[in-house]
């Protein structure tokens, strides 16, 4: 969730540069489909299919954090799909919402609006990317009968489609709750996993301070 790409923060792609992007993908897409067509069954599909579900994935995911922080009450200051440099702009949640080049990572930028209950709403928010990929996951499961029907074989073209999606959930969700931290550029940033733990012993005042800076932040904004 919180994998900060800032020092990418320069002017949006080119042209040229959105040229190339789509060059590479089909590019990639073409090997691909060779390699499918090489005797051909339709199961094969379920490896492209795994690489391609990682996209729209990582928008629910990004989406499953800002959707709590809303419904618990926090602020939403900004939501970023993508690393590299921006591709395009949009909005979500009334807040800010960058596609960038490379969709690998993103992160939701978010500030409590008060001591509530902020350690516990603070770990529900790092678990609802990837408890929102365990929904999808258990929701494909239930629609194709159970565990042993999902992990059938099939040639079936919509099955295929399902797994396929339901696995690379699956596999999101579990890597994210892995604890680890992710060194950038501007210093270590815990994943979900990491952040459920490191928020749960926090103290009130990291939160207060929290709290000050993005007050602090807004306002500027404001004056600007």
């Not at 926090?74 to 009334?94: C, D, Y």
């Not at 609802?128 to 194709?144: M, R």
Request: include cysteine; hydrophobic fraction near 50%; charged fraction near 20%.
């Amino acid at each position: 969730m919180n994998l900060d790409q800032r020092h990418h923060d320069k002017e949006p792609t080119s042209k040229g540069e959105k040229v190339f992007l789509l060059v590479f993908s089909l590019g990639f897409l073409f090997m691909m489909g060779m390699e499918l067509m090489s005797n051909y069954e339709p199961r094969k599909l379920g490896a492209l299919l795994f690489v391609l579900f990682w996209i729209p994935l990582l928008f629910i995911h990004e989406f499953g954090h800002a959707m709590m922080a809303k419904l618990l009450g926090w602020r939403v200051s900004r939501i970023v799909i993508g690393v590299g440099k921006i591709f395009t702009r949009t909005r979500l949640f009334n807040a800010p919402m960058e596609i960038r080049m490379i969709p690998l990572e993103g992160f939701v930028q978010i500030a409590p609006r008060n001591l509530t209950l902020a350690r516990f709403k603070h770990a529900l928010i790092y678990f609802a990317g990837p408890g929102i990929e365990l929904l999808v996951f258990f929701s494909s499961v239930f629609y194709l009968g159970g565990f042993e029907q999902f992990f059938t074989i099939t040639n079936e073209y919509w099955r295929i489609a399902l797994q396929s999606f339901a696995f690379a959930a699956l596999v999101g969700a579990v890597i994210n709750l892995i604890p680890m931290s992710i060194v950038t550029q501007d210093g270590s940033t815990p994943n979900d996993g990491m952040g459920i733990l490191l928020c749960l012993f926090a103290s009130e005042m990291d939160y207060e301070s929290w709290i000050r800076d993005a007050d602090k932040a807004r306002e500027q904004n404001r004056s600007l």
